[in-house]
Nanobody, 115 residues
Framework: QVQLVESGGGLVQAGGSLRLSCAAS????????MGWYRQAPGKQRELVVL???????NYADSVKGRFTISRDNAKNTVTLQMNSLKAEDTAVYYC?????????WGQGTQVTVSS
């Protein structure tokens, strides 16, 4: 079992910045990657970025150059720094962890970017 607790998010104007954090606990030794997905109203959940335990990253094209993920293996946390936010970044952001048995998800945090 893995528990994911998210923090951050909120309301920001276009061009602004926000930071999301996710802390993992439980069977963290079996997590190969962590990251963020997002889901906007009426749309499917989509990948934002993943980072492996070795530090390799996979960003969605739509956030490259604006979002940066970092991982602290000692603290079992991942942080997503989001800069130059756009209205189309508005969504519920979910922390995700790829465990050897299944994917685990956080409860989601709302990010709203006003134009």
């Amino acid at each position: 079992q893995v528990q994911l607790v998210e923090s951050g998010g909120g309301l920001v104007q276009a061009g602004g910045s926000l930071r999301l954090s996710c802390a993992a606990s439980g069977s963290i030794f079996a997590i190969s990657a962590m990251g963020w997905y997002r889901q906007a109203p009426g749309k499917q959940r989509e990948l934002v970025v993943l980072i492996t335990s070795g530090g390799n990253t996979n960003y969605a094209d739509s956030v490259k150059g604006r979002f940066t993920i970092s991982r602290d293996n000692a603290k079992n946390t991942v942080t997503l720094q989001m800069n130059s936010l756009k209205a189309e970044d508005t969504a519920v952001y979910y922390c995700a962890a790829a465990h050897i048995t299944r994917w685990y998800w956080g409860q989601g945090t709302q990010v709203t970017v006003s134009s």
